[in-house]
């Protein structure tokens, strides 16, 4: 019988952006669902550190790698750090973000190219760099995170928007190189999703919060655990044979685009 979706017993696992929301919640439901070795990539060890502690805990080993993901070197190296320490790397999860709302004819040569070189750089640079070792090895999964308007357009996220659409035709790409190497690539499109960055950086005051609620069919944010249940499916052996795909987690928010407001039917009590 296949293994089911929830098994990660041994597994191994890059993930990027792993100090704080999405990335934490992947690294603590993988620990939950018996992943062995969960290598922990981003800038700021400290917020490493935390999680990494937390990761111990929950009976699995972290390996924290600091390092800036538009380093391609430095990448490489965290590679083979986690091929030295747990012999394979089974998940990649490229999580690392940037962004910021800026009108288009005001963001800065400086500002595109940070967003860009993080979100699609860093994303090509590690799944290249754990791709090969996947192809050596004859299995892995590589999810990425992107959003709707990869596809649809973004007015306030050029930047961010340009990048991730370069992440999910990455996606599709190495999807169709990859699968006779065992390896299957898919991306993953959260919508709104309350953590304490989008609270900061998107969405900081509750007007601006509940105009977006407005726009979501569920009428809520998602959750992080939603969001993670969801991206670990794509990352199990029960989603062997889905590459090149990806999958959209967002209350029905991206379908939401009629032009016009159908008025609500008015409540019966009879």
Not at 242 to 254: A, P, R
Request: hydrophobic share 40%.
């Amino acid at each position: 019988m296949p293994e089911q979706s929830g098994d990660f017993t041994g597994r191994t696992a890059v993930i990027t952006g792993a100090g704080t929301g999405l990335g934490r919640g992947f690294a603590l439901d993988m620990v939950d669902r018996g992943a062995e070795t969960i290598g922990l990539i981003g800038r700021r060890k400290e917020l490493l550190d935390e999680v990494a502690a937390e990761v111990s805990a929950g009976g699995a080993r972290p390996v924290v790698l600091p390092l800036d993901i538009r380093d391609a070197g430095a990448v490489e190296s965290a590679m083979d750090a986690m091929i030295r320490s747990a012999g394979r790397i089974d998940v990649l999860i490229n999580n690392a973000a940037g962004n910021f709302l800026v009108h288009a004819e005001d963001l800065t040569p400086n500002g595109f190219d940070a967003v860009v070189r993080i979100v699609l750089y860093g994303s090509v640079h590690c799944s290249l760099a754990a791709g090969r070792r996947m192809i050596a090895q004859g299995s892995g999964k590589i999810l990425s995170i992107i959003a709707s308007y990869a596809w649809m357009g973004g007015p306030g996220t050029l930047h961010s928007a340009t990048a991730k659409a370069g992440v999910l035709a990455m996606t599709r790409t190495l999807a169709v190189e990859w699968a006779p190497h065992g390896v299957q690539v898919n991306s993953l499109c959260p919508g709104f999703v309350d953590t304490e960055q989008s609270r900061t950086v998107l969405w900081p005051t509750e007007p601006g919060r509940q105009r977006l609620r407005d726009r979501i069919p569920a009428g809520r944010f998602g959750t992080v655990e939603e969001v993670v249940g969801a991206g670990l499916f794509l990352c199990s052996p029960a989603a062997d044979y889905v590459t090149g795909e990806n999958l959209t987690i967002d209350g029905g928010e991206w379908l939401n685009k009629g032009a016009f407001d159908v008025p609500e039917k008015a409540r019966s009590d009879g």
